[in-house]
């Protein structure tokens, strides 16, 4: 969940420099359109439908996809998506996948005994990082690419220095690169961690993955629940929902110390505890605030 979240953050700030670096489009302008019905059991959303509208004039649409791992189920949905916009606008579709771990499965052609379907993918681990360093919109995804670890400092300083961007873009910026660097080596990401850590905790990802995280915890606690007692069930998600939350924050916040504290609140079971240790960890300057609650 983090990843998408980082990977949908960064690209709502770069559409327009990611649709011309990986899909070679001369375009004019893009913005985004409506998602079709709300999501369904049976009827779901692109991530970011875009409507563009390119220099000699003509109007398509860009569905950008973003894929943690890559399988056969989410290349069917991707022909869903495309056919859905395609009836509904009439335009040529482009489904674009930014696939962020490596796999075979992930040639840019779906083919079975009724369909052939092609789309475009970047690979990131195909792309070497160095020839990148021109663009700072996509420097979150240098850490994916090949000899990203090679131009990592250098890149953390590059936005860190940038005066054309806000602090809130920044820490955006930082906290995807660290994501995404956590998904190649852990121990690259809580690098990143430390170096960067005050503008991080300013980054609105991490509130958002904070809130994403406890509100998918509700929503597995309902499905759990329709098998094992709704109580119980919803009570579980909550739990999952707050630990996944914590494990971040706490992360950025503390570093190893924040690793080593989720250790022991992984075994804490009380709602009412969690809760208080939730709240506690959003205003803490110090860990022994909150170490005192564990």
């Given at each position: 969940m983090k990843y998408d979240i980082a990977a949908k953050v960064v690209i709502d700030a770069g559409k327009d420099m990611i649709l011309r670096e990986f899909l070679k489009l001369d375009l004019e302008s893009s913005q985004y359109i409506e998602n079709l019905p709300e999501e369904t059991v049976s009827l779901r959303r692109s991530d970011f439908p875009l409507r563009v509208t390119l220099k000699d004039g003509r109007d398509?649409?860009?569905l950008i996809e973003i894929q943690t791992v890559f399988n056969k189920d989410f290349a069917i949905r991707l022909i869903e998506y495309t056919a859905r916009?395609?009836?509904?606008?009439?335009?040529e579709v482009i489904p674009f996948v930014m696939l962020l771990t490596h796999s075979s499965l992930a040639t840019g052609f779906y083919e079975d005994n009724r369909l052939t379907f092609k789309y475009e993918i970047v690979r990131f681990w195909e792309k070497q990082a160095r020839d990148f360093m021109d663009n700072i919109y996509l420097y979150p995804f240098l850490p994916l690419m090949a000899d990203g670890e090679k131009v990592l400092k250098e890149a953390e300083t590059r936005i860190y220095e940038d005066?054309?961007?806000?602090n809130e873009t920044k820490g955006d910026f930082l906290t995807a690169m660290a994501i995404f660097a956590g998904l190649k080596d852990k121990e690259l990401g809580s690098w990143l961690i430390e170096r960067r850590r005050d503008i991080m905790i300013e980054s609105p990802i991490y509130r958002l993955i904070e809130e994403e995280a406890f509100k998918k915890g509700i929503e597995q606690g309902l499905e759990q629940g329709l098998e094992k007692g709704l109580k119980e069930g919803l009570e579980r998600g909550k739990k999952e929902g707050i630990y996944e939350a914590l494990s971040l924050v706490?992360?950025?916040?503390?570093?190893?110390?924040?690793?080593?504290?989720?250790?022991k609140i992984r075994k804490i079971e009380s709602m009412e505890r969690l809760e208080t240790i939730?709240?506690?960890?959003?205003?803490?300057?110090?860990?022994?605030?909150?170490?005192?609650?564990?």
């Open positions: 398509i649409i860009v916009f395609m009836l509904k606008y009439h335009l005066i054309s961007l806000d706490l992360e950025i916040k503390f570093g190893v110390d924040g690793i080593i504290l989720m250790e939730k709240e506690v960890v959003k205003i803490a300057d110090k860990i022994e605030d909150i170490e005192k609650l564990v």
